[in-house]
């Protein structure tokens, strides 16, 4: 699952990305790919500017298996049969 916070990025992150968005205008406008490299830059240059960061994170459902497991037992225990 993958996490958004905004305005959680270091500097060298950010200058990463504006490196990262100016290779992808130079790129894209050497091959005249005009359109594609406006609509990239701006989308890359949009989320260094607001500072969006992303963090994946394991899903929660490891706890809801073994919430499950626990149950498991304890229906285990009320079936069985005792002898008088």
Do not use: C
């Not at 990239?40 to 394991?58: A, D, N, P, R, Y």
């Amino acid at each position: 699952m993958m996490t958004f916070k905004v305005f959680d990025l270091s500097i060298s992150s950010l200058v990463l990305r504006f490196y990262f968005m100016m290779a992808v205008i130079v790129t894209l406008g050497f091959l005249n790919q005009w359109i594609l490299a406006t609509v990239l830059g701006f989308l890359v240059g949009i989320s260094f500017t607001v500072g969006i960061s992303v963090h994946l994170t394991k899903p929660e459902q490891l706890v809801l298996s073994e919430q499950r497991a626990k149950l498991r037992l304890v229906d285990k225990e009320a079936n069985t049969l005792h002898a008088a």
